[in-house]
């Protein structure tokens, strides 16, 4: 099973920089988008599929948050296609992330929501089923 235990970070000039369990460190707010020349590992990498799952959450958790409430929404079909989740396990993701969202987001604590949104993913068969075989 996957998840975090990454931990955010005061930068230099006072910017968050969040540093994943992978000692990767990228700075609070920072696009979505990596290229795949930043990292040196293939997209089936479970590590590699971490750090783009908790990049996205960092640069998009109030969005998540709130379509988590609304259990729809573009930002959570992306979270869904970062995990690898085909288009009916999105609805499932959809669907028990808005059942959830009081625990998943029961602190304003990014972190805290990650994990939760592991747990989530974790605890139901068809929704574990969309981490790639490693």
């Given at each position: ?36 020349t ?9 590590r ?22 609304q ?55 068809q929704?574990?089923a ?5």
């Open positions: 099973m996957y998840g975090n235990t990454g931990h955010f970070t005061d930068g230099m000039r006072g910017q968050k920089k969040y540093k994943n369990v992978f000692g990767i460190t990228i700075e609070a707010g920072l696009s979505t988008t990596i290229a795949p930043e990292m040196s590992a293939t997209s089936t990498d479970c590699w599929m971490l750090a783009r799952i908790e990049q996205f959450f960092d640069a998009s958790y109030p969005q998540i948050a709130e379509e988590s409430a259990g729809q929404g573009p930002h959570l079909e992306a979270l869904a296609a970062l995990v690898g989740c085909n288009a009916q396990q999105t609805m499932l993701l959809e669907k028990a992330i808005q059942q959830n969202y009081h625990s998943v987001f029961a602190k304003e604590d990014i972190n805290h929501s990650i994990n939760e949104f592991y747990t989530v993913v974790n605890s139901d068969n929704l574990a969309c981490w790639p075989k490693s």
